[in-house]
């Protein structure tokens, strides 16, 4: 999934997200939509594109085994 930032000064309902998001957070979306969040420059900003290389810290976490 990519990630975005958002920009506003107070927080927002994302209904796509099922969530509310905070100023300055960030956010996981999904990557079909990515276009959708940051063609809103004064709302959001790319933090990962989609199909990027997951960060360490992503790529560090265990995988839940499924059985």
Do not use: H
């Amino acid at each position: 999934m990519a990630r975005v930032r958002f920009l506003g000064p107070a927080p927002v309902t994302v209904p796509e997200l099922g969530r509310t998001v905070q100023p300055d957070e960030v956010v996981e979306v999904p990557d079909a939509r990515f276009d959708g969040y940051v063609c809103q420059p004064a709302n959001w900003e790319s933090v990962e594109e989609p199909g990027a290389k997951a960060s360490k810290k992503t790529a560090a976490r265990p995988q839940k085994e499924e059985g």
